[in-house]
Structure formats: C-alpha cells, structure tokens
C-alpha cells in the first residue's frame, strides 16, 4: 500500500527534523518555454484589456508587417538554471536538510545539461517536464526525472518524434519502456487541471482513462505548489481511487521557490527514486508560501515575469529580452530586437505599467488583504494526513 503523509511547515515547525535531506521537484528555467496564449484569453474574458489588444495586433499588422500569433510566441522564467537550482537549494538548506533539486523544463534537458559542468550541481537529475498528446484532445504534464545519463538525449529525441506524431497506443510503450530504466521517476504533474480547457469533466474523463490504461507506469501524482486547495484535494481523491502516491511538485516559474518539497532519508536522488517506486513512500511538506492567496501568489508570479534584473546576464535582464515572437521575415526573436527602435509601442508600455502598478505597495497589500479573507480560500487540509 503507497504511504503519502503530508505537513505544513507553518503549523509543524518541527517536522524536517526526522529527516536528512529535502527534495524540491518541477521547478522551471530560463530554459523553458512557457506560451503566450494566455494573453488571447484575456482579450475574451476582460472587456478592458480587448480594445488595447485588438489596436496592438491591428498596428503591429500595419506598420510592421508582423502578424501577432500568441500561439507560437513565447516567454521563458528569469531564473537562469544556476540561479533556479541556488533559490531552491537555499531554501531547503536553511531547513538543516541536504537539498536534492531536479529541475524540469518544458521538453528540453539543457538546465540540467548545463548545471552538471558546475561543481555544487554536479550531481543534479536530468529531468524534463513532458507535454504528451493524448486522445487528440489533450496533453498530460509527465515530469520525467532522472534520466540516465547515457542515453538522455536519445529519450528527448524518442520524446519529441511521440509528440510530433502521436499515438495512444504508442504512448503506452513510450511508459513501458520509461518504467523499465530502474532509476527513473515518472509523475502526473498538476492531474486535475484542464490544460486545453476542453471542459473539466471531459478532461477528468481522460484522465481516468489514461489512468486505466498506464497508472501502473505512472510513479506518483504530483500535489501542484502554484494550484490551488480544491485542486489539490481532488488529485488527494484521485490518488485514493487509484491507489496512487502523491509527491510534491512546487511548478516554480518565477522567483518564489517551490511552496512544497519532498522530506526524505535519502543520500542522493536515485536512492529517493527507489523510496517513491520501491518502498512506496512519500512525505510531503508544505511550505508557508501555500498559505497565502493564490490570486496573491499568482500576481507576485506576473510580477516576476515582467520585472527588470539589471543584475542578471545579458539576455535575461527584461522583460522583453525574456519574451520571443516571428520577427517579419519569420524568424522567432526577442522582442528587444523587434521593437522599432528598440522600445516597446506605447499601449504596450501602458499595460505592462498598469500591472506593475498593482504589485507595488499599498494596492498589492491591500489586495492580498482582500483576496485573504475572500469565500472562496480554504485554507484547510487538516494536520497532518496520512493515507
């Protein structure tokens, strides 16, 4: 029987103390890349924000030649792999714990890549965070950890060939042959959210399907750090149906570091492998970020994403060095190096300083004040559970 226990740091000060290290699971890079599409939404749910897109693709269109396309544009998170793997190792070491970090991009392997030719993160995972088409209307999150090393790029490429040409059938072997690397952790990251938006009860549909058909090669399933209680509760429900570990997942993208981890004995990150698919363990801990408002934390994220880092590297300073789109010849660049003159056009500017003005003090204390004490936060799991 899978034995998952969870804590929270704000109420058990006390509960890393049996235990040596601290793993922090699905956090992001520079390296990844994240879609834009997200902004289209926004001209269909906010009134306000449709007039200043439409001028903004109708401009961009006539002057320059350039068709805004949210689909294939892209930003990447600021934190450069040595900067994400530091934030996250900080904050377990100042737990007394060892830090164990896997960090897992988007369909690529290049963090952990680059991270094992500096001494302090030799030893790090190669991990990725893998969108795999399923029944030709959704993609499941996998975070696939701990490649081996060997043949790591190999599995990115058979990865990549998947999701160019998928098959459910085929995704099954894909699993198959990901269970049968012995140190190799597959998780269902963020299970309960409808990434394509297809309809929540369609896409809890598939996912017991997918479950049926492959929960035996699926390792544990990922309670998220960046979604909320409900959600989390529900993945709590869909562990216990299927008999299923839950594991920690933090989903960093900004500079907050992962809101849980994974406590552990464990000496390195294979032998905790082992705990998650051998023994069948998994002690979960919350850190006190969870409890603020997720609206808050969803914010501060933004804020993060469009914030100036003059003490970052070239190329990852602002916000618009860290977003991309097809330049007029098609080429995907920087929008840096697309605005004329080097400067974003002015409703742009006007947006990007309107969210920025909402995370400045008083109105961000002020919202958080409000989004606290909103009916819709529950901030209560329980003490600590185990099941």
Do not use: C
């Not at 600021?78 to 934030?87: I, Q, V």
């Not at 893998?130 to 950890?145: C, D, E, R, T, V």
């Not at 618009?320 to 742009?348: C, K, M, Y």
């Amino acid at each position: 029987m899978p034995k998952s226990t969870i804590s929270y740091l704000w109420r058990d000060p006390g509960a890393p103390g049996p235990f040596q290290a601290g793993i922090s699971l699905h956090g992001h890079t520079n390296e990844s890349q994240e879609t834009l599409d997200f902004v289209a939404d926004w001209g269909s749910q906010y009134s306000l924000v449709q007039p200043l897109l439409a001028r903004l693709q109708r401009r961009s269109q006539e002057r320059h030649g350039i068709q805004i396309d949210w689909t294939t544009s892209y930003w990447t998170p600021p934190l450069t792999p040595k900067l994400a793997f530091d934030l996250e190792s900080d904050q377990i070491a100042k737990l007394g714990l060892m830090p164990l970090v896997s960090l897992s991009d988007h369909d690529n392997i290049q963090a952990p890549l680059k991270l094992r030719s500096v001494p302090s993160a030799r030893h790090i995972p190669i991990s990725v965070e893998w969108s795999a088409p399923y029944a030709g209307k959704q993609a499941f999150h996998l975070g696939i950890h701990n490649l081996p090393s060997a043949r790591a790029t190999q599995w990115m490429a058979d990865l990549a060939d998947f999701t160019k040409n998928p098959n459910d059938a085929r995704l099954t072997e894909v699993l198959v042959a990901l269970n049968k690397e012995p140190n190799v952790l597959v998780v269902f990251n963020h299970p309960i959210w409808d990434l394509f938006r297809i309809g929540q009860e369609k896409h809890e549909f598939l996912v017991n399907e997918f479950l049926q058909k492959n929960g035996a090669y699926i390792h544990a399933l990922e309670l998220n750090g960046l979604r909320g209680w409900e959600e989390n509760r529900a993945t709590h429900r869909l562990g216990e149906s299927w008999n299923m570990l839950l594991i920690s997942g933090g989903d960093r993208h900004g500079i907050e570091p992962n809101a849980n981890i994974n406590l552990s004995n464990a000496t390195s990150f294979t032998e905790f492998v082992a705990e998650i698919r051998k023994e069948r363990i998994s002690n979960i801990l919350f850190m006190p970020q969870y409890a603020e408002p997720l609206k808050h934390r969803f914010m501060q994220s933004t804020m993060d994403a469009i914030r100036d880092y003059p003490d970052f590297p070239q190329g990852s300073q602002t916000w618009d060095q860290r977003t991309f789109h097809q330049n007029a010849d098609g080429v995907i660049r920087p929008l840096s190096e697309i605005w004329p003159g080097g400067r974003a056009p002015r409703v742009l500017q006007a947006i990007i300083s309107s969210v920025r003005l909402m995370g400045r003090r008083p109105i961000s204390a002020s919202l958080r004040y409000a989004w606290k004490n909103s009916r819709e936060l529950g901030f209560d799991l329980g003490d600590q559970e185990a099941y």
